[in-house]
Protein backbone atom coordinates (compact mmCIF):
# COMPACT_ATOMS: atom_id res chain seq x y z
CA UNK A 1 0.00 0.00 0.00
CA UNK A 2 2.72 2.18 0.93
CA UNK A 3 4.29 1.73 -2.60
CA UNK A 4 0.88 2.04 -4.19
CA UNK A 5 1.19 5.74 -2.53
CA UNK A 6 4.53 6.81 -3.15
CA UNK A 7 4.15 5.77 -7.45
CA UNK A 8 0.72 7.96 -7.51
CA UNK A 9 2.73 10.86 -5.79
CA UNK A 10 5.17 10.35 -8.31
CA UNK A 11 2.46 10.09 -11.12
CA UNK A 12 0.87 13.40 -9.68
CA UNK A 13 3.66 15.27 -9.46
CA UNK A 14 5.37 14.29 -12.79
CA UNK A 15 1.95 15.52 -14.39
CA UNK A 16 2.24 18.78 -12.29
CA UNK A 17 5.33 19.14 -13.53
CA UNK A 18 4.98 18.67 -17.58
CA UNK A 19 2.45 21.18 -17.82
CA UNK A 20 0.24 18.50 -19.69
CA UNK A 21 -2.62 20.02 -18.48
CA UNK A 22 -1.53 23.19 -17.41
CA UNK A 23 -3.97 26.32 -18.54
CA UNK A 24 -2.77 28.46 -21.62
CA UNK A 25 -2.89 31.60 -19.39
CA UNK A 26 -1.17 29.93 -16.89
CA UNK A 27 1.21 28.97 -19.31
CA UNK A 28 1.91 32.25 -20.95
CA UNK A 29 2.61 33.83 -17.09
CA UNK A 30 4.79 30.97 -16.47
CA UNK A 31 6.74 31.83 -19.96
CA UNK A 32 6.68 35.78 -19.10
CA UNK A 33 8.04 35.07 -15.49
CA UNK A 34 11.18 32.83 -16.71
CA UNK A 35 11.82 35.44 -19.93
CA UNK A 36 11.21 38.93 -17.42
CA UNK A 37 13.83 37.09 -15.31
CA UNK A 38 16.37 36.51 -17.93
CA UNK A 39 16.13 39.43 -19.91
CA UNK A 40 16.72 41.60 -17.11
CA UNK A 41 19.45 39.85 -15.83
CA UNK A 42 17.83 39.32 -12.57
CA UNK A 43 17.10 42.90 -12.24
CA UNK A 44 13.39 42.71 -12.25
CA UNK A 45 10.74 39.90 -11.85
CA UNK A 46 6.99 39.66 -13.22
CA UNK A 47 4.81 41.45 -10.28
CA UNK A 48 1.27 41.49 -11.92
CA UNK A 49 0.54 39.33 -15.34
CA UNK A 50 -3.34 40.87 -16.46
CA UNK A 51 -4.79 38.75 -19.33
CA UNK A 52 -6.64 41.60 -21.99
CA UNK A 53 -8.06 39.65 -24.35
CA UNK A 54 -7.33 36.11 -25.66
CA UNK A 55 -8.54 33.65 -28.51
CA UNK A 56 -8.28 30.06 -28.84
CA UNK A 57 -8.33 28.35 -32.12
CA UNK A 58 -6.95 25.33 -34.16
CA UNK A 59 -4.91 25.37 -37.44
CA UNK A 60 -3.17 23.03 -39.74
CA UNK A 61 -3.93 19.97 -36.96
CA UNK A 62 -2.43 22.51 -33.65
CA UNK A 63 -4.46 24.14 -31.30
CA UNK A 64 -3.11 27.74 -30.58
CA UNK A 65 -4.04 30.22 -27.65
CA UNK A 66 -3.37 33.82 -28.57
CA UNK A 67 -3.44 36.43 -25.90
CA UNK A 68 -3.30 39.88 -25.30
CA UNK A 69 -2.13 41.41 -22.29
CA UNK A 70 -0.19 43.44 -20.02
CA UNK A 71 2.47 43.40 -17.22
CA UNK A 72 3.75 44.94 -13.80
CA UNK A 73 7.33 43.97 -13.00
CA UNK A 74 9.16 44.95 -9.91
CA UNK A 75 13.07 45.80 -9.33
CA UNK A 76 14.58 43.29 -7.35
CA UNK A 77 17.96 45.32 -6.87
CA UNK A 78 19.24 48.81 -7.47
CA UNK A 79 21.47 49.29 -10.21
CA UNK A 80 21.15 48.93 -13.98
CA UNK A 81 18.70 50.56 -16.23
CA UNK A 82 14.97 49.78 -17.83
CA UNK A 83 15.03 50.43 -21.59
CA UNK A 84 11.80 50.68 -22.90
CA UNK A 85 11.40 50.85 -26.70
CA UNK A 86 8.50 51.19 -29.47
CA UNK A 87 10.29 48.66 -31.48
CA UNK A 88 8.89 45.19 -31.38
CA UNK A 89 10.43 42.20 -30.91
CA UNK A 90 7.82 39.45 -32.75
CA UNK A 91 9.51 36.99 -30.80
CA UNK A 92 9.80 38.12 -27.51
CA UNK A 93 6.90 38.32 -25.06
CA UNK A 94 8.32 41.46 -23.57
CA UNK A 95 8.88 42.64 -26.99
CA UNK A 96 9.91 45.86 -26.27
CA UNK A 97 11.77 46.35 -23.09
CA UNK A 98 15.47 45.53 -21.61
CA UNK A 99 18.33 45.70 -18.91
CA UNK A 100 21.46 47.03 -18.84
CA UNK A 101 24.05 47.58 -16.32
CA UNK A 102 25.03 51.45 -18.01
CA UNK A 103 22.48 53.69 -19.62
CA UNK A 104 23.17 54.00 -23.68
CA UNK A 105 21.91 57.55 -24.64
CA UNK A 106 20.63 56.29 -27.53
CA UNK A 107 17.78 54.03 -26.05
CA UNK A 108 13.92 55.51 -26.40
CA UNK A 109 13.25 55.76 -22.47
CA UNK A 110 16.02 54.74 -19.75
CA UNK A 111 14.92 54.50 -16.11
CA UNK A 112 17.34 53.45 -13.04
CA UNK A 113 16.34 50.29 -11.75
CA UNK A 114 15.08 50.68 -8.06
CA UNK A 115 14.24 47.98 -5.36
CA UNK A 116 10.65 47.89 -4.56
CA UNK A 117 9.97 49.80 -7.92
CA UNK A 118 6.83 48.88 -9.86
CA UNK A 119 7.00 49.13 -13.53
CA UNK A 120 4.13 49.30 -15.54
CA UNK A 121 4.54 47.98 -18.65
CA UNK A 122 1.27 48.71 -20.64
CA UNK A 123 0.38 51.09 -23.00
CA UNK A 124 -3.03 51.62 -24.57
CA UNK A 125 -1.36 52.53 -28.05
CA UNK A 126 0.84 49.29 -27.60
CA UNK A 127 -0.80 46.42 -26.54
CA UNK A 128 1.37 43.21 -26.30
CA UNK A 129 0.64 40.50 -27.58
CA UNK A 130 1.59 36.53 -28.16
CA UNK A 131 0.29 33.22 -29.38
CA UNK A 132 1.21 29.85 -27.98
CA UNK A 133 1.10 26.43 -29.21
CA UNK A 134 0.18 23.29 -27.75
CA UNK A 135 2.04 20.30 -28.04
CA UNK A 136 2.79 17.06 -25.96
CA UNK A 137 4.74 18.60 -23.47
CA UNK A 138 2.60 21.08 -22.93
CA UNK A 139 1.65 24.97 -23.87
CA UNK A 140 5.09 26.62 -25.92
CA UNK A 141 5.56 30.21 -27.17
CA UNK A 142 4.94 29.59 -30.98
CA UNK A 143 7.72 31.54 -33.35
CA UNK A 144 4.65 32.95 -36.44
Given at each position: MIQLRRLLSVCCASLALCGCSEDPTAAM?????VQVAQQ???????????????????ENGV?????????????MRNGGFLN???????YSPLQSFFVRETPNRWDCFTMPVEMGHVY?????????EATLAKHESGWVLSQQ
Amino acid sequence: MIQLRRLLSVCCASLALCGCSEDPTAAMERILRVQVAQQSVGYLNLSKFTKRDAVRGQENGVEFYHVTYSVEVQGMRNGGFLNICSGHDKYSPLQSFFVRETPNRWDCFTMPVEMGHVYVMADNRLNREATLAKHESGWVLSQQ
